[in-house]
């Protein structure tokens, strides 16, 4: 297994610079998430570690080697592509063969060359020798398709197909796995069993693993640490819980979950908290931030609905149901604060009731939960 090191890692496209000084520093199995939009530069980063694109400067690592000029068939790196990239006209047992035939092929004689490639045209001419049959069976039951060795991959599901692409990319044993939006292709329901399939297999082999994704969700719930891009850049490097609850700006804020996100002043610092002023409103954090200009950060989920004869609390706020959203074990409200549309989660039970829209509410927000950007 191997670490995965880049360090000041610049690539560009004739004019355009597509990745800046990109510097990460991924542990030997560690589930590592490469996150952000569209267009980042996440997937050139992939690219990069696998080989298939050079970097205009910087250093690549895959545990002490330096790799710039190594063959991406060199790396030892597996890799999980967005569409699969699967042999339609192979079996499921060829298909994930297919990667020993590669392997055998670098050091073999031109006579044995010649039978490889006669076995990966048509495996009934070529038969494989036992230890090769024994390394694809084992990883087939492994991901639990032992009993599709033999049918098309055609005549698989989607979740099927991505593990027959997994299986392919762990049976040559890597130093790295490398997945380019894997999931991207399968309903939601598919979605939450196959981020827990990977990350079982990640954890019981250990292996390294780079996750390309945009989905947020995804990036949360199966990495150790998440990397989010923006424009070619690393923003910010975390586990997920340190992103969640400490975002180092705004767009990271807005980006991982949910966030209100509201332009202030801050009008007094105290001891152990700040007040801030948001339109005719103030509220008290715990914050102290070194500008005066900045932004509130409130999660949704931090809000409260206070019921009537509530004791007085401080970060109290009335305002008016505009949007009331069902979501089945919470009820999103858009309620109005001023000028000032606020984001409140609220837990649901059975029975209860949901505010309609135009109801008039008081809000609570605690001062720890206020963060200052």
Same mark, same amino acid.
């Not at 048509?122 to 492994?142: A, F, P, Q, T």
């Not at 997945?179 to 329901?189: F, H, T, V």
């Given at each position: 297994m191997?670490?995965v090191?880049?360090d000041n890692l610049i690539?560009d496209f004739?004019?355009t610079?597509?990745l800046?000084n990109?510097?990460?520093?991924i542990?030997?199995?560690e589930?590592f998430?490469?996150?952000?939009?569209?267009?980042c530069g996440?997937?050139?980063t992939?690219r990069c570690?696998a080989g298939f694109?050079?970097?205009?400067?910087?250093?690549i690592?895959i545990?002490d080697k330096?790799?710039?000029?190594?063959?991406?068939?060199?790396?030892n790196?597996g890799?999980?592509?967005?569409s699969?990239?699967l042999?339609p006209h192979?079996?499921?047992?060829?298909?994930?063969?297919y990667s020993?035939n590669?392997k055998?092929l670098?050091?073999?004689?031109?006579?044995?060359?010649v039978?490889?490639?006669?076995r990966?045209?048509?495996?009934k001419l070529v038969?494989?020798?036992?230890?090769?049959?024994?390394?694809?069976?084992?990883i087939?039951?492994?991901v639990?398709l032992t009993?599709?060795?033999?049918?098309?991959t055609?005549e698989l599901?989607g979740g099927?197909?991505q593990?027959?692409?997994?299986?392919?990319?762990l049976?040559?044993?890597?130093?790295?796995?490398l997945?380019d939006?894997?999931?991207?292709?399968?309903?939601?329901?598919?979605r939450?069993?196959?981020r $827990? !399939?990977? @990350?079982?297999?990640?954890q019981?082999? &250990?292996?390294t693993? =780079?996750?390309?994704?945009h989905d947020q969700e995804e990036a949360?719930?199966?990495?150790d640490r998440?990397?989010?891009?923006?424009?070619?850049?690393i923003?910010q490097v975390g586990t997920p819980?340190?992103?969640y609850s400490?975002?180092?700006?705004?767009?990271?804020?807005?980006?991982?979950?949910?966030s209100?996100?509201?332009?202030g002043?801050?009008v007094h610092k105290?001891?152990?908290?700040?007040?801030i002023?948001?339109?005719?409103q103030?509220i008290e954090?715990?914050?102290?931030p070194?500008?005066?200009?900045?932004?509130?950060?409130?999660?949704p989920e931090n809000i409260?609905i206070?019921k009537e004869?509530?004791?007085?609390?401080k970060?109290?706020?009335?305002?008016?149901?505009e949007?009331?959203?069902?979501?089945? $074990? !919470?009820v @999103?409200?858009?309620?109005k604060?001023? &000028?000032?549309?606020? =984001?409140v989660?609220?837990?649901?039970?059975?029975g209860?009731?949901i505010l309609e829209e135009?109801?008039?509410?008081?809000?609570?927000?605690?001062?720890e939960r206020?963060l200052?950007?």
């Amino acid at each position: 297994m191997g670490s995965v090191v880049l360090d000041n890692l610049i690539k560009d496209f004739g004019e355009t610079r597509v990745l800046k000084n990109i510097n990460l520093d991924i542990k030997e199995g560690e589930f590592f998430a490469l996150l952000g939009p569209s267009g980042c530069g996440k997937t050139t980063t992939m690219r990069c570690v696998a080989g298939f694109e050079s970097p205009t400067e910087g250093i690549i690592k895959i545990g002490d080697k330096k790799v710039n000029k190594v063959d991406p068939h060199r790396r030892n790196c597996g890799m999980v592509f967005q569409s699969y990239a699967l042999f339609p006209h192979m079996n499921v047992f060829d298909n994930v063969a297919y990667s020993l035939n590669v392997k055998e092929l670098k050091k073999s004689g031109i006579l044995k060359k010649v039978g490889i490639y006669t076995r990966m045209l048509n495996s009934k001419l070529v038969k494989y020798n036992d230890e090769m049959k024994k390394k694809v069976y084992d990883i087939l039951e492994y991901v639990e398709l032992t009993e599709h060795a033999h049918k098309l991959t055609s005549e698989l599901s989607g979740g099927q197909q991505q593990r027959v692409a997994l299986a392919r990319s762990l049976v040559m044993e890597p130093d790295v796995l490398l997945m380019d939006e894997p999931l991207s292709n399968l309903d939601q329901k598919l979605r939450h069993t196959m981020r $827990n !399939t990977i @990350r079982r297999i990640q954890q019981d082999l &250990n292996i390294t693993t =780079i996750f390309v994704t945009h989905d947020q969700e995804e990036a949360m719930s199966m990495a150790d640490r998440v990397a989010v891009m923006q424009a070619g850049e690393i923003v910010q490097v975390g586990t997920p819980t340190d992103l969640y609850s400490n975002p180092n700006s705004p767009y990271i804020a807005d980006f991982v979950g949910t966030s209100n996100i509201i332009p202030g002043e801050v009008v007094h610092k105290g001891d152990s908290y700040s007040v801030i002023q948001f339109g005719e409103q103030k509220i008290e954090s715990k914050k102290k931030p070194e500008k005066d200009s900045v932004q509130i950060i409130i999660r949704p989920e931090n809000i409260n609905i206070l019921k009537e004869n509530t004791p007085n609390l401080k970060n109290v706020f009335d305002g008016v149901v505009e949007v009331a959203t069902y979501l089945g $074990n !919470t009820v @999103r409200y858009e309620v109005k604060v001023e &000028n000032q549309i606020l =984001i409140v989660d609220q837990n649901y039970e059975a029975g209860e009731g949901i505010l309609e829209e135009g109801s008039k509410v008081r809000l609570s927000i605690s001062s720890e939960r206020v963060l200052l950007l």
